[in-house]
């Protein structure tokens, strides 16, 4: 199981820190690096911006008044302007890239979205994701996939959105160390 360390300079917990320290996983991780169990603390956390959050909107042409109109905002349940959740679930994803999919051949599914609490201008996201399993390929032995549970908490430690996701991963070593049938996918 992966070690986090502590980032002095910010005295947040994260595994970066050891990463660039030993080098061993500069961009992602192969088939074999990916432990069941495993927490990846996603460094460094990103606060989220009102310009970020409009642009994201104008790109995508969701217009909703929570998310651009202050005015409409503030008579709303929030009481302010809520930050579009499909923005905050392509930032969560991209804080994983480097962690879980930096060397993927596919993103293969994301399952069970949610956004629990919501997310307003400032709010700075911390994101963790836990391997939740590992499977090699039947089929190809140079691949497999991986499952993992990422949640995103603000700076309150509130939960504001999970997904889980699998995606396919090379191996370093293809077809070195076979698993039982239930463990492998075709």
């Known amino acids: 199981m992966a070690e986090p360390s502590t980032d002095s300079s910010a005295g947040v917990e994260t595994d970066q820190a050891a990463r660039e320290a030993s080098g061993a996983h500069p961009y992602g991780r192969y088939l074999e690096e990916f432990e069941v169990g495993d927490v990846y603390k996603h460094w460094p956390a990103k606060t989220v911006t009102e310009a970020e959050d409009h642009l994201f909107c104008l790109l995508t ?10 005015v409409y905002a503030q008579r709303s349940q929030q009481g302010r302007n809520v930050v579009a959740g499909p923005f905050v679930y392509s930032l969560i ?3 994983t ?3 879980v ?3 993927a051949i596919a993103n293969l599914a994301t399952e069970e979205l949610s956004h629990p609490a919501p997310v307003f201008h400032g709010d700075t996201l ?13 089929s190809k032995p140079d691949r497999g996939t991986v499952k993992v549970h990422t949640r995103a908490y603000n700076q309150d430690g509130v939960l504001v959105a999970e997904f889980k996701r ?3 991963v090379p191996r370093k070593e293809p077809g070195h160390s076979p698993q039982s049938a239930e463990g492998n996918v075709d």
């Open 166 to 168: 699998v995606v396919l």
């Open 126 to 138: 911390f994101v963790e994701s836990e391997v939740l399993e590992k499977k090699e390929s039947r």
């Open 101 to 103: 999919s930096g060397k």
């Open 97 to 99: 890239v480097s962690d």
């Open 61 to 70: 042409m969701n217009h909703h008044p929570l998310h651009v109109n202050d």
């Open 93 to 95: 994803f991209g804080m």
